[in-house]
T-cell receptor
Framework: NAGVMQNPRHLVRRRGQEARLRCSPM?????VYWYRQLPEEGLKFMVY????????ESGMPKERFSAEFPKEGPSILRIQQVVRGDSAAYFC??????????????FGPGTRLTVL | RKEVEQDPGPFNVPEGATVAFNCTYS??????FFWYRQDCRKEPKLLMS???SGNEDGRFTAQLNRASQYISLLIRDSKLSDSATYLC???????????FGKGTTLSVSS
């Protein structure tokens, strides 16, 4: 059973470009969480999604950031018009359908975004 | 006040030493508590959950004091492989996501 997969693992963008980060949850998991870790900082919750629904986006910046988790395919975190301050590691976690919550979040390896 | 506060360290200890990390959290409504381990900015991995009665897993002992909103982790007989950053984690107010401390760095040397 493959774990949580994220791609790309490393992404380099120039200021003003768009970044798309993908997360495929573990098989059988339909809850996805995105976290961001800025340099020298702890992980910060961004958004929690179920299939086709955003449940909690209280940690998402109000502008340029969006997330989706379609019925088919991976969850996507999109950052438009990236700025240098967006450089960070972005981690995705997934949780099983019947037991979502912090006790059962499995983390992916992360995507390291560098904005030049 | 930060939601989860930890001493960043670093803690530099020799093999075999006992080391303790502390953490405080601000939300008295938090219900779930954890210690995670993170190596070299890789993904965090759950080390252990923390229960009110305290719990032990091999060389690792976790304690929770709800009245003081304080969590601790004790590592006995430190190994070189214990070198990592230890993250104190609680659940958020909605109970759906995790709030991470910045972590405490441990370096174990021979």
């Amino acid at each position: 059973n493959a774990g949580v997969m994220q791609n790309p693992r490393h992404l380099v963008r120039r200021r003003g470009q768009e970044a798309r980060l993908r997360c495929s949850p573990m098989k059988g998991h339909s809850h996805v969480y995105w976290y961001r870790q800025l340099p020298e900082e702890g992980l910060k919750f961004m958004v929690y999604l179920q299939k086709e629904n955003i449940i909690d986006e209280s940690g998402m910046p109000k502008e340029r950031f969006s997330a989706e988790f379609p019925k088919e395919g991976p969850s996507i975190l999109r950052i438009q018009q990236v700025v240098r301050g967006d450089s960070a590691a972005y981690f995705c976690a997934s949780s099983p359908l019947n037991n979502p919550g912090p006790d059962t979040q499995y983390f992916g390896p992360g995507t390291r975004l560098t904005v030049l | 006040r930060k939601e989860v506060e930890q001493d960043p360290g670093p803690f530099n200890v020799p093999e075999g030493a006992t080391v303790a990390f502390n953490c405080t959290y601000s939300n008295s409504a938090s219900q779930s508590f954890f210690w995670y381990r993170q190596d070299c900015r890789k993904e965090p991995k759950l080390l252990m959950s923390v229960y009110s009665s305290g719990n032990e897993d091999g060389r690792f002992t976790a304690q929770l004091n709800r009245a003081s909103q304080y969590i601790s982790l004790l590592i006995r007989d430190s190994k070189l492989s214990d070198s990592a950053t230890y993250l104190c984690v609680v659940n958020n107010q909605a109970g759906t996501a995790l709030i991470f401390g910045k972590g405490t760095t441990l370096s174990v040397s021979s």
